[in-house]
Structures are given as structure tokens and as C-alpha cells.
């Protein structure tokens, strides 16, 4: 499923450039930034600190920030298309470590624009390279996702999202990586 998802945004970004590069624009195509923060999923690791605090790391908890496209058809405007590669970790607060959960989300999502402002949107995603690192404190852990959808419902640059998640580490342990989370996005050029 995961090639199938890189075919998908290979196609998505051969296809921008091909409509971008047209006089006539039945497709409007733009660059999509992404940010936001996501909560939930199950404990994976648990950080103590040597001033006796503790921190605990859950498998879909993270920030994100990542960068994609949106396509907009000029007949059938309440429909966009869009689709990003993305950066998601879950940093510890250690002053002396880089202990974190690294992950590369990839969606491909289609919305339905309710209105100028809301959209609704039902798409799939996975994330790519799952690893937790140990930063020479215990072995990196490296993991698999599953393939699944992703829920979003959007006001403008604004939007919650909603994206259910299982990893598997090579000992065939399942963790949940469920997610609900607050998205913030832009496209460029910005035509209105």
C-alpha cells in the first residue's frame, strides 16, 4: 500500500506540473503548507528526568509540519484534492537528548467545500520510516504503519483532524497511534 500512496503523490505532483504549465486552466493547482499537533495513541516510551519528573511519550502524539499541493477543477468547484509529505516527531524535553518518535506522514485527501470557509474531508494516509530514537540511550526502535483513513473538518486556515494509526515494531508488537488533532494549512499563490 505504501508504493501504491508514492505512486499516487508522484502522479499528484506530475499532474500539477503538467496543469500549471497550461494557458487554460480547468485545474487550479497550488503549493500546500501544512502545520499542527496531534494527541492520543498508546504509551510507547516513558522518559525520567534526574530532577525526578517524567515524560510520556504516546505513539500519536506529535507535531507535524509538511508541504504538498491542492487542486481545485474549475467546473466542479466544491471539490479539492489535496495531497502532502509531512514531518511528524514527539520530541522529550531532555536538555542533554534527542529522544524523540520520527515519522513521515503521507495523505492523499479529497474535500468537499461546504461553503467558501468549511470543508469536510475523508482521504487516506501512512507514515513512512517509524522510528523511535534512542540517542544512545537504549537501541533505536524502528516500526511499520498501516494504511488508513484520515478525517478533517476545516474553517479556513484552520481544521481538526481525526486519523486512526497502528505501528508495529519487528517483535510484531501493535501499538495504537490514533490521533485527533489541530491542523493549521495555506496554499500559495493565494487567489481569492
Known sequence: ??????????????TTLVFSQQAEKPVSVKLLIEGGFEFGGDEILQVFFTNGGDQTLRAGQGINLGIGGEMQFANFRHLIIRSAIGLKWTPTA??????????????LTPFWKINEDFRFGVGITTHLNPKLRGDGFFPDVAYTS????????????FALTYTPMTYQ????????????????????????
Open 1 to 14: 500500500m505504501k508504493k501504491v500512496l508514492a505512486a499516487l503523490f508522484l502522479l499528484f505532483v506530475t
Open 94 to 107: 531532555a536538555d542533554d537528548a534527542n529522544v524523540m518518535f520520527l515519522r513521515f506522514p503521507v495523505h
Open 146 to 157: 498501516s494504511t488508513n483513513p484520515r478525517f478533517e473538518f476545516g474553517y479556513k486556515w
Open 169 to 192: 515494531n519487528r517483535q510484531g508488537e501493535s501499538f495504537s497511534g490514533n490521533s485527533i488533532g489541530i491542523s493549521f494549512s495555506g496554499t500559495l499563490p493565494y487567489n481569492r
